[in-house]
C-alpha cells in the first residue's frame, strides 16, 4: 500500500507538474509571441513614456515579472526572455521592475527610436522659469499617487516663497484638474492661498478618460484637506465620485471648461490668459498631464455643443444619430459602444481608406457592427461643417449632407510642447534613458 502511495506521488512530482509547467509555459509563451507579432504588425511598439526595459543578457527568464503587471498581458516571455509584447498599454506602474529577482528591468523615459520630450524640472518642481512649477505626468512620473504627491508638494514648496504684499493679484494659478491638478488645489486652499484653478476640459482628468468599471491600480496616498487614503484598488467611477465629494466638501474653486492658452511675464507676474479671461497670479503650477488637447477639425460649427472629444455615457445616445470622427481605437471603440445603444443610428468617418493600428480586438468588433450594419463607416470622408441638424461631409468628391443630433471627434492629440516653449519652460529629449 505505502509503495503503491510512493509510486503515485513520485509519479505526480516528477512526470505530473513537470507536464503541467511545460504545457502552461508553452501555451503562455505562444500567446506571448502572437501579441509582440500583432503589436508590430500594427506599429504599437512605441511606449507612451516610462516602461521597462528588459537587459537580455541579465534577463533568466523567470517569468516572474509578467502576472505582475496591474494592467495585464503586456510583459511576456518569447524566445527565452521577457519582452514588452503590448507596449503600447504599458502606463509605466514599474511593477515589473520590482518583481524582477535579478534586477533585468530598468525603467525608461522613451525609446532609442522615438524619444519623449520632457520639461526642465527642478528637485523643489520649478522649472527653468522662476515661479512656474510642473507637477504630476507631465513632469514625467506618470500614476495617480505621484500625480497627487507632486501637486502637494510643489504647492507646500511654493507657499514658502510668496510675498503677502501683493493682495490684488492670486497667490497661484493652478492648470489642470487631474490628480496632481486637484492635490494642488486642495493644498492651496489648506494653506489659505489665493488660488484658481483651471482645466479646458472636466474634473478628473486622465481618470475620466479610462475604460468604464476598469479596476484602477494605485497606493496609499495622502490628500490635503482629507487625509490618508488607504486603498490599493478601486473602481474607477469610485475614485471620480471621491474625488467630487472631497471637491464639494472643501468648496475647492475649479472652472472647468475653460483652456488656459498662454503664460507670460508681466511686471513680475504671471498673466495667463484662458479661453475665458485674463489672471494675475504670483506663481504657476503646470498640472496639464502629456494625454495632450484633443486635435481640433477646424471645421465651421465645430464650437457647437453637440460635438465632444470624449464618450462618457453611450446610453446617453439612445435613438439618436451620431456621426463618429476618426480611425484609431478611441473612435472605434466609441462607434462600438454607440451602435450597442438602442435605436442609435452610428456613421463613422475616417479620412483613410481602411483602419490603421488599431487591437486585433477592435478590428474584429467593428468589421461585425459593420456588417451587421449597426455602424455605417464613410471611408475616405472629410467632415465640412457641422450645423445644427446635419453634417455636411465629402466623399470621393461627392457632397454628403447627414441628418444629425450629436459628433464624436477622435483624431489625436496636440501635444503642450509649443505652449510649455511659449511660456519659456526648456524641454529635452529623452531615448530610452532612466
Ligand atoms: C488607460 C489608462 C489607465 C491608467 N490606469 C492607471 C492606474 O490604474 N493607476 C494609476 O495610478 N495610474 C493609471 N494611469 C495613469 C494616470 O491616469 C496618470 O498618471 C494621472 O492621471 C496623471 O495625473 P496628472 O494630474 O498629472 O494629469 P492628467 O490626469 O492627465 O490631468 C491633466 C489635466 O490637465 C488638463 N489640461 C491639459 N492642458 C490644459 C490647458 N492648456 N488648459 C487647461 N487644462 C488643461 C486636462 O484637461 C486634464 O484634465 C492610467 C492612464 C491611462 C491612460
Ligand atoms: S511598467 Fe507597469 S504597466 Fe508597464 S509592464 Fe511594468 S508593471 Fe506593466
Redesign the pocket.
Known amino acids: 500500500m505505502l509503495e503503491t502511495l510512493t509510486y503515485f506521488i513520485t509519479i505526480f512530482l516528477v512526470v505530473v507538474i513537470p507536464t503541467v509547467y511545460i504545457y502552461k509555459h508553452t501555451k503562455h509563451t505562444k500567446k506571448a509571441k502572437k501579441r509582440l507579432e500583432d503589436s508590430m504588425k500594427r506599429g504599437l511598439m512605441e511606449p ?1 513614456s516610462l516602461h521597462p526595459k528588459i537587459d537580455p543578457a541579465r534577463c533568466i527568464s523567470t517569468a516572474a515579472c509578467v502576472p505582475k503587471c ?2 495585464g498581458n503586456i510583459l511576456g516571455i518569447v524566445n527565452g526572455r521577457a519582452e514588452l509584447v503590448s507596449p503600447t ?1 504599458c ?3 514599474g511593477a515589473c521592475e520590482a518583481a524582477c529577482p535579478v534586477e533585468a528591468i530598468s525603467l525608461v523615459f522613451g525609446t532609442e527610436r522615438r524619444g519623449v520630450e520632457l520639461p526642465h524640472v527642478k528637485e523643489n518642481f520649478e522649472t527653468n522659469v522662476n515661479g512656474i512649477y510642473i ?5 514625467g ?8 504627491t ?2 502637494r508638494e510643489a504647492v507646500e514648496y511654493l507657499g514658502t516663497t510668496l510675498s503677502k504684499k501683493y493682495s490684488d493679484v492670486l497667490d497661484v494659478a493652478i ?9 494642488a488645489s486642495l493644498q492651496a486652499q489648506k494653506d489659505k492661498l489665493k488660488c484658481i484653478t ?14 468604464r468599471q ?6 496609499p496616498m495622502d490628500i490635503p484637506l482629507y487625509g490618508k487614503v488607504k486603498f490599493r484598488e478601486i473602481l474607477k467611477e469610485d475614485l471620480l465620485e471621491m474625488w467630487y465629494e472631497i471637491i464639494n466638501n472643501t468648496g475647492v474653486e475649479i472652472h472647468t471648461k ?4 498662454a503664460i507670460e511675464k508681466q511686471n513680475g507676474f504671471f498673466k495667463i490668459t ?2 475665458k479671461g485674463e489672471y494675475f497670479a504670483q506663481r504657476v503650477v503646470l ?7 484633443p486635435r481640433k477639425l477646424g471645421v465651421p460649427g465645430e464650437v457647437s455643443s453637440k460635438v465632444a472629444y470624449r464618450l462618457l455615457e453611450p446610453e446617453q445616445y439612445i435613438r439618436k444619430k451620431v456621426l463618429v470622427i476618426g480611425g484609431g481605437d478611441s473612435a472605434v471603440e466609441a462607434a462600438i459602444a454607440l451602435s450597442e445603444q438602442k435605436g442609435t443610428v452610428v456613421t463613422l468617418s475616417y479620412r483613410k481608406n481602411t483602419f490603421s493600428r488599431i487591437k486585433e480586438k477592435n478590428e474584429h468588433k467593428i468589421e461585425r457592427a459593420m456588417q451587421l450594419d449597426k455602424v455605417h463607416t464613410l471611408f475616405e470622408s472629410t467632415v465640412l461643417e457641422v450645423k445644427r441638424e446635419k453634417v455636411i461631409l465629402t466623399k470621393k468628391d461627392q457632397k454628403y449632407s447627414l441628418e444629425n443630433d450629436y459628433v464624436f471627434i477622435f483624431i489625436g492629440g496636440v501635444m ?1 510642447t509649443a ?1 510649455l516653449q511659449n511660456a519659456g519652460i526648456s524641454i529635452q529629449k529623452k531615448f530610452g534613458e532612466r
Open positions: 507612451v496591474p494592467e498599454k502606463i509605466g506602474h507637477a504630476g505626468e507631465l513632469g512620473m506618470g500614476l495617480i499617487r505621484n500625480a497627487v507632486q501637486g492648470v489642470g484638474a487631474g490628480p496632481a491638478g486637484l492635490a483651471l482645466d479646458q476640459d472636466d474634473i478628473g482628468g486622465t481618470i475620466l478618460s479610462y475604460p476598469k479596476l484602477v491600480m494605485t497606493q475653460e483652456k488656459v492658452e484662458s479661453s498640472a496639464i498631464g502629456r494625454r495632450g488637447t503642450p505652449f
